[in-house]
C-alpha cells in the first residue's frame, strides 16, 4: 500500500506536531541533507531494510517508524511544514550538518 497525500484524508497540510511524513519528502529530505540510508538508520534507530521499504512505497510505515525516522531528519536539519515540502533553514554561524564544513548558508533552499 503506497502512502501518498490523498491517502490520508485528503489533507494536504500536515497539522504541526504530526509525525506525517510523505516518502518523496524522506528521500529529498535525505539527499538535501546528503545522508545516506545507513546514516538515518543509524541516527533513527530503524533498520536500513524499513527506510528503504517506506521511501519505496513498498510498505507503509506505523506511526511510532516515522516518528523515528522523521525526528532523525529534523534533527539533522530538515523541516517539513506539509506533506508535499522540505526545507532546511538557514543555519547559524558555527553550527553544521554531520559530515559538512560550518559556513552560513546565504539562501534558505527547499526540495
Not at 509525525?19 to 541516527?43: F, H, K, N, W
Amino acid at each position: 500500500m503506497a502512502v501518498n497525500a490523498e491517502s490520508l484524508h485528503g489533507a494536504l497540510m500536515a497539522p504541526k506536531g504530526t509525525d506525517v511524513m510523505s516518502p518523496e519528502q524522506c528521500r529529498a529530505a535525505r539527499a538535501g541533507l546528503r545522508m545516506t540510508v545507513d546514516q538515518l538508520a543509524e541516527l533513527s534507530g530503524i533498520s536500513r531494510m524499513t527506510i528503504m521499504r517506506f521511501e519505496t512505497e513498498k510498505t507503509a510505515s506505523i506511526a511510532a517508524t516515522l516518528r523515528h525516522i522523521k525526528r532523525a531528519l529534523e534533527d539533522a536539519g530538515a523541516v517539513f511544514p506539509d506533506l508535499e515540502t522540505v526545507r532546511f533553514p538557514k543555519r547559524k554561524s558555527g553550527s553544521k550538518a554531520k559530515g559538512e564544513p560550518a559556513e552560513d548558508q546565504d539562501d534558505q533552499g527547499e526540495a
